[in-house]
């Protein structure tokens, strides 16, 4: 059992990570420690107690972020159709956010090799999400008859949702979007019929 001390560390460190994740999204781009330390009204020094960098921050949001879609994984891996939609929804209901964390994962993924820990991390959560949708994935593409593997099935849904996002989030294409709803629709309908042209 987890001592008031460790409840109160742990309770502190998802604080600092919802403020984050926040002033990401607000800000559309980096934030400073600085500027978190402001928000919480906290020492600069009470967030290097939980992140040894701003880096490890932004990763550990990625993981946070990787863990909610393995919760949508867990919750629909026996519908495909329902998966597909919840999936493509939480990554287009907050298309920055989705634009940005994969920005800043591409960015770390080439530039701090002293994460290597928290991206083994990553990737074992992703790899989890994969594994709880493999079966119902399976299914579904032999239901359409498709040729086509889990992971490319997979990685097709991914790119139409990146490419969504990055459509739905743009300010100069906002001005051309007619219905928003009728696009996003579109997109996972577009994510569900694909594999029935690829027999």
Avoid: C
């Amino acid at each position: 059992m987890m001592s008031t001390r460790q409840q109160n560390f742990l309770l502190r460190k998802e604080k600092i990570l919802n403020m984050a994740e926040n002033l990401l999204l607000e800000n559309n781009q980096d934030i400073t420690l600085d500027e978190l330390a402001q928000e919480l009204d906290i020492a600069k020094g009470t967030i290097y107690k939980h992140f040894k960098s701003k880096n490890q921050l932004y990763l550990e949001l990625i993981i946070l972020n990787e863990k909610r879609l393995l919760d949508i994984s867990i919750k629909y891996k026996t519908d495909m159709q329902a998966y597909v939609t919840h999936y493509m929804l939480y990554n287009m209901s907050n298309s920055n956010r989705t634009i940005l964390l994969h920005v800043i994962e591409e960015r770390l993924t080439n530039s701090d090799r002293t994460l290597k820990d928290l991206f083994k991390k990553l990737y074992t959560v992703r790899e989890e999400r994969i594994i709880e949708i493999k079966e119902v994935t399976d299914k579904y593409l032999k239901s359409v008859q498709s040729k086509m593997s889990i992971r490319d099935y997979l990685s097709y849904i991914w790119t139409v949702t990146y490419g969504a996002s990055l459509l739905l989030n743009s300010s100069h294409y906002q001005n051309s979007i007619g219905s928003r709803e009728r696009l996003v629709e579109l997109y996972i309908n577009q994510a569900l019929m694909i594999p029935n042209t690829l027999s």
